[in-house]
Nanobody, 124 residues
């Protein structure tokens, strides 16, 4: 079992930055893939970024590539999402997720554990 708790969301102006954190507890954190998803009102939950257990592999959606960076600190059982050059269309609830399989998955159904989500609002 893995418990995930996100933090760092908030209200920011367009062009600004935020850093989300996701603290994990339970099962050995260093052996699982971590991902960030987001869901805007009336829309599906979509992958934002994912990072392999070692941190050596990562995935970014086209909409955030070059602006967001995912990283992890296995010593602290924490994964981060640094978000720069934020746009109003980045407004959503952001969720941290964990996948027990050794892969970088992009579909929500492939992830086993979820945090409660943190709201990110970008004003124009």
């Amino acid at each position: 079992q893995v418990q995930l708790v996100e933090s760092g969301g908030g209200l920011v102006q367009a062009g600004g930055s935020l850093r989300l954190s996701c603290a994990a507890s339970g099962r050995t954190f260093s052996t699982i893939t971590m991902g960030w998803f987001r869901q805007a009102p009336g829309k599906e939950r979509d992958i934002v970024a994912a990072v392999s257990w070692s941190g050596g592999g990562s995935y970014y959606s086209d909409s955030v590539k070059g602006r967001f960076t995912i990283s992890r600190d296995n010593a602290k059982n924490t994964v981060y999402l640094q978000m720069n050059s934020l746009k109003p269309e980045d407004t959503a609830v952001y969720y941290c997720a964990a996948d027990r399989a050794w892969r970088i998955a992009t579909m929500p159904s492939e992830y086993d554990y979820w945090g409660q989500g943190t709201q990110v609002t970008v004003s124009s």
